[in-house]
């Protein structure tokens, strides 16, 4: 093709194969960018397709109904955790409220029928709902269970998370959709395809700056195994791959068109990955502070076995291991006298099943199986009987949003022992009126120094932060959560037409 020119230069040649070569080239590429186009138009075409049949989907069940609905996405919506306490305190504040909607709730929870779930919230967090709500149950859960995720657990439950989503929308389409679980890929999904209102209501982000600096410094944790930890390539490579989760969960988390989170310390970190500051508040989540306060409150000094609680669900992230070797260590030093340690916590699935056995085999390890007692998934009447009797609260989690087990503790009147970190840090345990509240401890060591020098202290002393803690956690109570709740939910809810 460029041999046939010939006396030209062989610049002129150069420049004439190049212009030829250009003209093949966009030959072939003019063919490929009208079809990438065509793809283009047809995938534009086809959600708005499907945006108009969910709307219209939508129209004819409010024309049948009367009236708008507020959906909330938790697919663990019968698990006893903190959460699930979050979900039917704000249900049942919105419907105290607004009479005139209806309240949906999607979850995974196959097993059970719609009143079973609300008998279970009547029994576990003494929550009565005026009236009641529709399920829709959702046959997919699975696709957000981590145990299907060995490796690259945050982004599988992310994808896994929008189909899911997605079967909740082909099901029912709301006019709000509030996600109370924490599966912010779902609300893109919501507002973009359903044509939805979002909100969103915050517990724990999925990924923040500090599991960043977890890999990058290359400790073991839960979530950062010690292969991983220990390999300069598999911790830069984790690194990146936290980066990119956090900029896609970011943009996810930037279509809620409102942000309530449970403390100060998940604020900071939501702000800074969804960069939303005019849609974010602060919202603490409820703590059933009134059921406490009959725990009787009076000197602890003629008890012949101390007893230490633990309030919890059955998750690696609450280290429940750092409970049973920390309370080994005090037996072990003998300075403490009698002693025992109850562990009270749900079990949302086999997984969590499995945990406790392993807890348990651990207790027998170490030789302390007689003196500690699992409690699963009690009733609430009997929470409060072991509340009763016990001298402190014990917390392990590592960067805990918040803590409703440790408020439930203090309001109990127990002396609490959490971990330095995270909300119990920023929020919780913090000075009332210038009085100590409780204790805060970061590994083996110090939790089991923290123990014996709470024993030690005369019973006067320690009425006396039990009553400061007590008093102090008012500002958690469950009246707070529904005024700041609804003053948060108004925007939203106004926009519903009545």
Known sequence: MCCSFGKMSGHDQLVLCLCELTRLLWKLLLPLVVLVLLLVAVAVLLVLAVRFWLQSSRSARRARDGRPTVAFF?????????????LW??????????????????TGDLGVTGQQILDGARRRFNIVLPRPVQFVFLRHRLLVEPSLFPHFTLLGQSVGSIFLGWEALMEFVPDLYIDSMGFAFTLP????????????????????????????????RFNNADYVSNSLFLSAFKVVYYCLLALLYGMAGSCSDLVMVNSSW?????????????RTSVVYPPCDVS??????????????????????????????RL???????????????????????????????????????????????????????????????????????LHTMWNEHFGIGIVECMAAGKIILAHKSGGPKMDIVVPFEGGQTGFLADDEDSYAEAVERIL??????????RSNARQSVARFSDQEFEACFLAAMEPLMGTLER
């Not at 938790?74 to 979050?86: D, F, L, Q, T």
């Not at 409690?375 to 009797?389: I, T, Y």
Request: with cysteine.
């Open 189 to 220: 999904l919501f507002r973009y395809l359903g044509g939805c209102s979002v909100g969103s209501y915050v517990h724990y982000p999925t990924i923040s700056t500090d599991m960043l600096s977890v890999v990058r410094e290359r400790n073991p």
């Open 291 to 320: 059921a406490f306060l009959d725990v009787p409150l009076e000197e602890d000094g003629d008890r012949k076995c101390h007893s230490i609680v633990s309030i919890g669900q059955f998750r690696p992230e609450k280290d429940h």
């Open 456 to 465: 030690a202290l005369p019973p006067a002393a320690r009425l006396l932060i």
């Open 323 to 393: 409970q049973i070797r920390a309370f080994k260590k005090v037996l072990d030093r003998g300075r403490a006298g009698p002693l025992k340690l109850v562990l009270i916590g749900g079990c949302r699935n086999q997984e969590d099943e499995d945990r406790v056995l392993m807890l348990r085999g651990l207790c027998q390890e170490l030789g302390v199986a007689d003196r500690v007692e699992f409690k699963l998934n009690v009733p609430f009447e009997e929470l409060k009987r072991e509340l009763g009797d016990a001298t402190i609260g």
């Open 266 to 278: 998940t604020l900071d970190h939501i702000l800074s990955l969804w960069r939303a500051p005019n």
């Open 89 to 106: 305190c704000a249900i049942r504040a919105l419907q105290s409220r607004y009479v005139d909607i209806n309240f949906v709730v999607y």
């Open 74 to 86: 938790h697919p663990y919506c019968n698990a006893g955790g903190g959460g699930e306490r979050v």
